[in-house]
């Protein structure tokens, strides 16, 4: 479906009271629920409802470092998806490993349908789904976990919205990588590919910590010599590519050189369905891909922000204006977006930052070692008007409005729960 025919369904979906759309956020809390949002013309937002979903998330706790209290409990994104009809909202709940469904009301208003384990057992103490992807032909849910080696299962979705575990499984390791992190499922719009990203070779729960609470982020590997934990930095596989069959499996992934550090986030284009963008969270920067004739993936050279605030920026997240022109890119470590302009040539930085750092508490800290407020999934409305940005250390969704230059102003912000909130969806 495309963005124009989304917002004209949106206006079909009980848009009154000066309400112009609906937006979506799971607050990961040990008893996991989603708050549903009322969007105004003005970019304001006012909580609905709060709708448990019958499972678990990790609650402060992030499992990727051990940490008890931290945002970004599972460096993933898309952890709440709507299907492009709009009848249903999936989402994960990362501490029980399960993934519950929702019908979406002609208000916007949730109905818990279902709720189903994903298959991959729950060791410690909490599990790691983490990101979502639908295929709309074949009604298959694509369930991403940050550890292995099951990183990738599979649901079936029937008409009612009811699921049923798959016993497909797919992962990310490779034969000298057996303990990576991964990030990200998308499938591409002509559900021909699915695309996994990836953040780590090895999690920092198992590297470690220095004395001063620093992440080891350089280990020993066969000779002696360190290498960095960051996927694809340097070794070109950090890009995992599957091709999608028409039952909804897939067939073998090829690994493919991403061009930076920790290739995070897959953006596809609206208006161009074999275009898309990747946002790197070791690599500081985004760059343009696009899937070939032959079905090859081939990615075009990164463009990195300023760094001058220190390594890595964790730029984590992306959100594509729906005209395909801007792409509003989140700063996991610095506290705020970048924007990026897609010229006829790639990407060329438009505003960066393009607002104001958010301060958190002072209570976590990113790998460059800088405060930060953690911000997390970002979403951007259907008529490119406003971004809304989840903010976990300081308890904060903002909303901004969009600027031609790229530039955001922030028109409104509402509490969430502290450190744990995680994915955005919305009409």
Not at 226 to 248: C, E, R, T, W
Not at 307 to 334: H, I, K, M, Q
Not at 396 to 425: F, H, M, R, W
Request: charged fraction near 20%.
């Amino acid at each position: 479906m495309s963005m124009s025919e989304e917002m004209s369904m949106s206006k079909e979906m009980g848009m009154s009271d000066g309400h112009v759309g609906h937006l979506y956020m799971q607050t990961n809390e040990i008893q996991n629920a989603i708050i549903h949002y009322h969007r105004s013309a003005s970019g304001m937002l006012s909580e609905v409802d709060r709708c448990a979903t019958g499972g678990a998330g990790s609650g402060t706790f992030k499992p990727i470092s051990g940490q008890d209290s931290a945002p970004n409990s599972f460096e993933g994104a898309g952890s709440v998806i709507l299907t492009p009809d709009l009848r249903f909202l999936f989402t994960t709940n990362g501490g029980d490993n399960s993934v519950s469904s929702f019908g979406v009301g002609e208000d916007g208003r949730l109905t818990l349908l279902d709720c189903k384990a994903t298959g991959n057992p729950v060791e410690g103490r909490s599990g790691t789904a983490k990101s979502l992807a639908y295929a709309p032909s074949s009604g298959t849910l694509f369930v991403l976990h940050s550890f292995g080696p099951d990183h990738l299962r599979l649901m079936s979705v029937d008409t009612e919205g009811k699921l049923t575990a798959r016993p497909e499984r797919y992962s990310v390791n490779t034969h000298d990588k057996t303990d990576r992190v991964s990030t990200m499922v998308a499938v591409s719009p002509k559900e021909e590919l699915v695309f996994v990203g990836t953040t780590f070779d090895e999690p920092i729960v198992l590297t470690g910590l220095y004395p001063d609470g620093s992440p080891i982020l350089w280990v020993q590997r066969a000779g002696g010599a360190l290498h960095s934990i960051a996927s694809n930095a340097p070794d070109p596989d950090g890009l995992a590519v599957f091709p999608l069959q028409k039952d909804g499996s897939l067939g073998t992934a090829r690994f493919y050189d991403a061009k930076g550090g920790s290739p995070f986030y897959i953006a596809f284009l609206h208006d161009r369905p074999d275009t898309f963008v990747v946002g790197y969270a070791v690599g500081d920067g985004c760059s343009i891909g696009t899937i070939e004739k032959d079905g090859t993936v081939s990615i075009g050279p990164l463009v990195k922000i300023d760094t001058s605030a220190g390594l890595p920026s964790e730029l984590c997240w992306l959100a594509v204006s729906p005209d395909d022109r801007t792409v509003y890119a989140t700063n996991f470590g610095y506290s705020n977006i970048s924007s990026f302009h897609i010229n006829g040539h790639g990407l060329e930085l438009a505003r960066d930052p393009a607002c104001p750092k958010v301060p958190g508490d002072g209570t976590a800290r990113g790998l460059c070692g800088d405060v930060t407020s953690g911000p997390s999934d970002n979403w951007i409305t259907p008529d490119g008007a406003y971004l809304y940005q989840i903010y976990g250390n300081a308890s904060k969704l903002v909303g901004y409005a969009t600027q031609q230059d790229g530039s955001l102003n922030e028109v409104t912000s509402v509490t969430i729960p502290y450190n744990s909130p995680q994915g955005l969806a919305g009409f």
